[in-house]
């Protein structure tokens, strides 16, 4: 499966963005899917998760309450709305899918399959 990351941009902080992942070759319906972010000199880490069938959406502790994942299944693509942004959100968002093997998992070598990552910016 193709994944293709969109949606990023220059935002102030407490302001809002969506992220799109759009998929090719394969319906997103038998994944997994996750957002994963990369900030300047750190290692990539998870943010958000939704399992397959939609019934099960999963968080980091610093986006709760603030992010917002969803797919549609339809138009073969997840969403990632985030809200009252900050500085500390800066980051490439990258999104990802796998097989729902053994359950969700938040572990980044568990997702094979990845996009080529959305620049988000927040300014202060």
């Known amino acids: 499966v193709q994944l293709q990351a969109s949606g990023g941009g220059l935002v102030q902080a407490g302001g809002s963005l969506r992220l799109s992942c759009a998929a090719s070759?394969?319906?997103?319906?038998?994944?997994?899917m996750g957002w994963f972010r990369q900030a300047p000199g750190k290692e990539r880490e998870f943010v958000a998760g939704?399992?397959?069938?939609?019934?099960?959406?999963y968080y980091a502790d610093s986006v709760k309450g603030r992010f917002a994942i969803s797919r549609d299944n339809a138009k073969n693509t997840v969403y990632l709305q985030m809200n009252s942004l900050k500085p500390e959100d800066t980051a490439v968002y990258y999104c990802?899918?796998?097989?729902?093997?053994?359950?969700?998992?938040?572990?980044?070598?568990?997702?094979?399959?990845w996009g080529q990552g959305t620049l988000v910016t927040v300014s202060s």
């Open positions: 990802a899918s796998r097989l729902p093997i053994l359950g969700f998992r938040q572990t980044m070598s568990q997702w094979p399959y």
């Open positions: 939704i399992s397959k069938g939609g019934d099960g959406t």
């Open positions: 070759g394969r319906s997103l319906g038998s994944y997994d």
